[in-house]
């Protein structure tokens, strides 16, 4: 089960088959394949474990393995179940089935991904090799990331794609926004587990977490630059009730002034071979912000190394502010949308506040993908709004109700809303969505909550919310959709004790 799993975290982000050339496909296969192999042996495993001391099979209670389901159990069953009914009731059996017409996150997905969450929560454990392959694989995909941003063409990767499209692909992950997924899926574990961890592999943490920095700025993605800040800022809220923790949290902040530095030695040595860069990633590498990235990490550090002289703790009033001011910033950043999308929405708009106003042209076009599904959602019927088109049906939405505004508008067609929990509410609708986000919540709280049994669920806890809040801007897709229901499978593992039962 362990080496299955291995093979999941560690091989599944670096296979690839024809380089960039069909990797949806080539990943999707290779992801059915393993989990499959896991659902097996899962079921191995249980039916072993069911077998009495006359070597026979006892049949299985099923109303008390049904009253043995944990709440995270109920809300994987529902979701599952939701997606069945959208498949029945959708317009579109065969693609709904299959996803052949999105990105092969069909109802098939579903219960493949269904089955390895069964065998991974009743049978799989935390090993160290497992809890090593996230800062391990960032190294390699970020390293790999950033020898391409030089020009290099790394494992000829970029062979056969023209040069117009070289900067859209990156690593063995394909899509550049598909990689800043993958990084904050990755880099939140890596950054808890330096700040938290007081083992000796903290180290390989920290050179992970450093290498996420790099695949930020490799990604060249802003839905990649959400995700990050996102975790720096619950990351300094989760540390400041532990001295040594922030004091290793100083040294994240260090870490990220260095990245930036180093990037911009990148675009000295490398200038007439480094790619483009967009505007954050060049507001991020200005001296004013790489100055106070690097004071705020050295009052960081200072601040921790005084309270540790003093062996006391910091102040209960500052992780009240933090979380206050990080509250304030949402709540900011929600108003200033609405006033500048339909308050002022003639007003001119310069520089980083153009980002407020939730337009069609907004964010790569991904407005025009939000509006409509929207609208999709509204105008649909009672079986729309309650269970969707059917699984991974987007694409085909798209098509029937806005070819002609596609044609005329965009220069491609949308597979998808670019938004995660607007894929889910009109491919599953308004059922399949509570459901998704039930075990999202679920399995944050039941993480933090195991964090005494084991630090590492602190990690997985961090790495689900950081994904869940990069999700709004992200692509629905097989290439990193796995990772959250591994991590939400993580989560659910049964205790020792109880596994042995």
Not at 1 to 7: A, E
Not at 84 to 97: A, H
Request: hydrophobic content about 50%; charged content about 10%; glycine content about 6%.
């Amino acid at each position: 089960m362990n080496i299955l799993l291995f093979i999941m975290l560690a091989i599944f982000p670096l296979f690839s088959v024809n380089h960039y050339f069909n990797l949806t496909l080539a990943k999707y296969w290779f992801y059915s394949v393993v989990a499959l192999a896991i659902f097996f042996m899962g079921v191995y495993g249980s039916i072993c474990k069911s077998i009495d001391k006359n070597h026979k099979i006892v049949k299985p209670d099923i109303k008390l393995w049904f009253s043995k389901m944990s709440k995270l159990d109920s809300f994987v069953f529902l979701y599952v179940i939701s997606a069945v009914v959208s498949f029945l009731l959708s317009d579109w059996k065969l693609p709904s089935f299959t996803g052949s017409c999105g990105s092969y996150t069909g109802l098939l997905f579903i219960f493949i991904t269904a089955g390895m969450y069964y065998a991974i929560t009743r049978h799989a454990k935390l090993t160290n090799w497992i809890k090593y392959c996230f800062p391990v694989l960032l190294i390699i995909t970020g390293l790999m990331a950033m020898l391409q941003v030089c020009g290099f063409n790394v494992l000829h990767f970029s062979d056969g794609i023209a040069d117009s499209q070289r900067q859209i692909f990156i690593s063995t992950l394909g899509n550049i926004n598909v990689f800043g997924m993958f990084v904050c899926i990755y880099m939140p574990i890596c950054i808890y587990m330096f700040c938290k961890s007081h083992e000796k592999y903290s180290v390989l943490y920290g050179v992970g977490t450093f290498f996420g920095f790099i695949g930020l700025l490799a990604s060249n993605s802003d839905g990649c630059y959400l995700g990050i800040g996102a975790c720096m800022t619950v990351m300094l809220i989760l540390v400041l009730s532990d001295t040594k923790a922030l004091f290793k949290y100083g040294i994240s902040v260090a870490l990220w002034a260095v990245s930036l530095f180093l990037w911009n030695l990148i675009k000295v040595l490398f200038k007439e071979k480094m790619w483009s860069q967009n505007a954050t990633n060049t507001f991020f590498m200005s001296f004013h912000v790489i100055l106070t990235i690097s004071i705020a990490a050295i009052v960081i550090i200072v601040f921790s190394l005084f309270l540790q002289k003093q062996s006391k703790i910091p102040p209960k009033i500052l992780k009240k502010l933090v979380t206050a001011a990080a509250g304030v910033l949402v709540i900011s950043t929600v108003l200033l949308c609405i006033w500048a999308t339909w308050i002022e929405p003639t007003k001119e708009l310069s520089g980083f506040f153009q980002y407020f106003r939730l337009d069609y042209s907004w964010g790569s076009n991904r407005g025009y993908a939000w509006h409509w599904a929207i609208l999709m959602f509204i105008n649909g019927s009672l079986k729309i709004k309650l269970f969707g088109a059917g699984p991974d049906t987007a694409y085909l939405m798209y098509i029937s109700n806005y070819k002609n505004e596609m044609d005329a508008n965009l220069p491609y067609y949308f597979k998808s809303p670019h938004n995660e929990y607007l894929n889910y509410l009109i491919t599953v609708g308004l059922v399949g969505l509570f459901a998704y986000m039930a075990i999202v919540i679920t399995a944050v709280k039941k993480s933090f909550s195991r964090i005494k049994e084991d630090e590492f669920f602190g990690a997985i806890a961090l790495g689900i919310l950081i994904y869940s809040i990069a999700s709004f801007v992200n692509i629905s897709q097989i290439i990193t959709m796995p990772y959250i229901f591994i991590l939400i499978s993580l989560a659910g593992i049964k205790p020792a004790k109880q596994n042995n039962k």
